[in-house]
């Protein structure tokens, strides 16, 4: 637990808990580890290794200038396995996160042995190359990118209580604020900028050609896609998929539904 250096000039900081199989859970876009606190306590009493890393620019690790693409993460956390002597791993990515798994999964699929996607609006991308998307649901993304620049601390407020799909105590909000005000804005920016125009069409068939078990996780509450395209994603594009639908949920479903979801992940894992 703490610093694992992955480049010459950039660590990230990461948590190691438990022995077993190894799960490694990627946080999203402007968050870090800290919000994994519930599913680390499950997974951990459940026999699992669970790593929790703050991805570059994010948390506590490191926040050089880089490009900070999806591809960039992707190969961290393929540096961070190695440096941890651990795979293949089962990797959870919420959010940003579930891109950069995806792109983990595209450029390194033999060192993975589960997959798991959770809230993200790459199900809502990959949904439309097959026409099968709802429009309504598309991610403001030219709206938060103005909010960062434009009032920050406010921006990353509007970010915060946009993930709820219901009523929620201001004590959440003004913990997941505090995260999320720990990404420099040119971090979040960067991070953001990877949804201006995402290659779905790459992504569809980087996930496709996937031959391991695999789960969607998604909140019916969440504007970053409908239930709909995630079931798609699921059942008609990874061969071994399993959808997992949480009807009291926004986009932070192991937060706002957290015993059901540890319970569904630790069984998706244990399976």
């Not at 798994?101 to 809502?124: C, G, M, N, Q």
């Not at 998929?241 to 932070?252: D, I």
Request: with cysteine.
């Amino acid at each position: 637990m703490g610093r694992v250096r992955i480049t010459d000039d950039v660590a990230l900081y990461c948590q190691d808990l438990g022995d077993g199989p190894p799960v490694v859970l990627l946080h999203g876009g402007c968050m870090s580890h800290r919000v994994w606190e519930s599913q680390v306590c499950a997974l951990v009493e459940s026999g699992f290794r669970v790593v929790t890393p703050d991805l570059r620019g994010h948390g506590e690790s490191d926040k050089p200038v880089s490009s900070y693409t999806a591809a960039m993460f992707a190969d961290d956390i393929a540096s961070l396995c190695d440096a941890l002597g651990v795979g293949p791993v089962a990797l959870v990515g919420w959010s940003f996160g579930a891109t950069v798994a995806a792109a983990f999964a595209e450029a390194h699929p033999d060192r993975l042995d589960r997959l798991a996607l959770v809230s993200s609006s790459i199900f809502s991308d990959v949904a439309r190359t097959a026409s099968a998307g709802d429009r309504e649901n598309d991610l403001p993304i030219e709206k938060m990118l103005a909010n960062q620049r434009r009032n920050r601390p406010r921006g990353m407020e509007r970010f915060v209580a946009g993930m709820f799909g219901g009523e929620t105590d201001e004590w959440t909000h003004r913990w997941l604020w505090s995260i999320g005000m720990q990404t420099p804005m040119r971090v979040a920016i960067k991070t953001l900028e990877n949804y201006v125009d995402p290659d779905a069409d790459s992504l569809r068939a980087g996930l496709a050609s996937l031959d391991v078990p695999s789960a969607v996780f998604h909140g019916a509450r969440d504007n970053s896609a409908t239930l709909a395209e995630a079931e798609f994603l699921a059942t008609d594009v990874l061969r071994n998929g399993t959808f997992v639908p949480f009807e009291e949920s926004g986009h932070v479903p192991f937060i706002e539904e957290s015993a059901r979801f540890d319970d569904r992940l630790v069984a998706f894992l244990e399976a």
